[in-house]
C-alpha cells in the first residue's frame, strides 16, 4: 500500500504546475485579443458604471482576475496593470496591482516548488557542476538577485516566477523581493492607466514609451545599483 501511494502523491503534487501550464498554453492561443487595450477600451463605461455601483465588489473581482492572470500564467498581465489605474486611480490602484501581481506570483511558486523544484533543486545542487554552483550563488546572494529580477525585468515575469522554484528560495524571501521589487514598474504602469480616460476621449492608445524616459529610467537604475551592491562587496572581498 505505501509503495502505491508514493507514485500517486508524486502526481497530485504536480497537479497544480500542470494545471497552470495547461492553462498557460490555452490562454496565450485562444485568450490574447480578449485581454487587450482594445477590449479595455470597448468596456470603459461598463467597467467604470459597474466600479460606481459596486466598489468592494470591483475591487475583489479586479483582485481576483489579476491573481488568476499571473497565476496563470495568462497574457494580459500589463492590461490589467492598465485597468487598475483606470478603475482606482494612482492609489489605491497601485496597491491593488502589487497586491495582485504578488499573491498571483506566490501561488505559481508554490506549485512549481511542489511539483518539481524540491526534487530538482537537490538534484541539481548534489550533481555538482555549473548547475549547483548557479543554485549557491544565487543562495548566497538571495535578496540582491531576486530584488534585481523584478526590479529590471530582464527575464520574463513568468520565468522569474519559476526560477526561484527550482533553486530551494524561501517562500518569505521571495514574496518580500517580488512585492517590493514590482513596485517601482507597476507606479509607473499604474500612473499611464490613471490618465486613460483623456486617452480614450482622444482615441489614442497608451504611450509606454515612458518607461524608457530619463526620469523614470534614472531612479529604477539607482535602485538596481543598490541592490546590486551587496554582491560586488562580496566579489571585492574575494578578490582580496
Not at 508524486?10 to 490562454?27: E, F, N
Not at 475583489?60 to 488568476?68: P, S
Not at 509607473?188 to 497608451?206: I, R, W
Amino acid at each position: 500500500m505505501p509503495t502505491e501511494s508514493l507514485p500517486r502523491t508524486s502526481w497530485a503534487r504536480k497537479l497544480p504546475i500542470l494545471a497552470i501550464a495547461v492553462a498557460a498554453i490555452t490562454g496565450a492561443v485562444f485568450f490574447r485579443d480578449q485581454l487587450s487595450f482594445e477590449t479595455l477600451a470597448q468596456h470603459r463605461e461598463v467597467l467604470i458604471a459597474f466600479r460606481d455601483g459596486n466598489y468592494l465588489m470591483t475591487v475583489l473581482v479586479f483582485l481576483l482576475a489579476y491573481v488568476a492572470i499571473v497565476a496563470l500564467s495568462l497574457p494580459g498581465g500589463t492590461v490589467a496593470t492598465l485597468t487598475g489605474g483606470f478603475l482606482f486611480g494612482l492609489f489605491p490602484g497601485v496597491l491593488y496591482n502589487v497586491l495582485g501581481a504578488t499573491l498571483g506570483a506566490v501561488l505559481i511558486f508554490l506549485a512549481a516548488r511542489s511539483g518539481f523544484g524540491e526534487k530538482l533543486s537537490a538534484k541539481l545542487s548534489a550533481g555538482g557542476g555549473a548547475a549547483a554552483r548557479l543554485i549557491e550563488g544565487i543562495r548566497q546572494n538571495e535578496w540582491s538577485v531576486l530584488f534585481l529580477m523584478r526590479l529590471v525585468p530582464v527575464v520574463p515575469f513568468f520565468l522569474a516566477n519559476l526560477v526561484p522554484a527550482f533553486t530551494g528560495t524561501r517562500l518569505s524571501v521571495y514574496a518580500v523581493t517580488t512585492f517590493l521589487g514590482i513596485i517601482p514598474g507597476a507606479l509607473v504602469f499604474t500612473s499611464v492607466g490613471s490618465g486613460l480616460g483623456d486617452v480614450f476621449a482622444l482615441g489614442e492608445k497608451p504611450d509606454l514609451s515612458i518607461l524608457f524616459t530619463a526620469p523614470v529610467l534614472g531612479p529604477i537604475l539607482g535602485l538596481a545599483v543598490l541592490a546590486a551592491l551587496p554582491m560586488l562587496v562580496k566579489l571585492l572581498r574575494k578578490a582580496q
